[in-house]
């Protein structure tokens, strides 16, 4: 048994460590490269490229879109085994450079994926790139507070008269009997 931890432990220290660009949490969006399909996508060059990390105590939501020209598609693997896939679009919409267009339009591949408060770690890969090489976007922002539907509220109103009526009832039936 000693054996073995200590062989996996002198195979973790000779693979290579991947240095991770650390999003920032707060909406603003990073522009990443990627070149034809099967391929990971980097950050453009940057330091860390092309793998992606998140640290936050709240839950959060990771958006990525693609921009400029319509019809790629991308692959997110989170923490080593989550995949998911971006929207399917067609090819041909309008150039847009502007990220929050881009992904507001439906035009453009988008996908939006909440995640538990924590580390996270993930990496981007293309799934069809028709034009061999892009780029686009990726942001984390807070995740939205949940808001009550309309129903509970009336649930919730239906019971504190329930309960505001109760006593009446009570003091009623005391003064009868």
């Given at each position: ?163 505001a009526a109760r006593p009446r009832r009570m003091d009623a039936a005391a003064a009868r009997g």
């Amino acid at each position: 048994m000693r054996r073995l931890f200590l062989a996996l432990a002198l195979l973790a220290l000779a693979l290579p460590a991947r240095a991770a660009t650390f999003l920032p949490i707060g909406g603003a969006w990073t522009p990443f490269c990627f070149g034809a399909a099967g391929g990971e996508a980097d950050g453009c060059g940057a330091p860390g490229s092309p793998f992606f990390a998140i640290a936050g105590g709240t839950t959060t939501t990771i958006e990525v879109t693609d921009a400029f020209l319509s019809g790629d598609r991308f692959r997110l693997v989170l923490n080593g085994f989550e995949v998911f896939l971006s929207s399917l679009v067609p090819q041909g919409a309008p150039s847009e450079s502007d990220p929050d267009a881009a992904f507001a339009s439906g035009l453009f591949s988008r996908l939006a994926v909440t995640l538990d408060p924590g580390f996270n770690d993930f990496a981007l890969f293309v799934e069809d790139s028709p034009f061999g090489a892009g780029q686009g976007f990726i942001r984390v922002v807070n995740a939205p507070t949940p808001v009550p539907a309309p129903a509970a509220l009336g649930l919730l109103a239906l019971g504190l008269l329930g309960l505001a009526a109760r006593p009446r009832r009570m003091d009623a039936a005391a003064a009868r009997g």
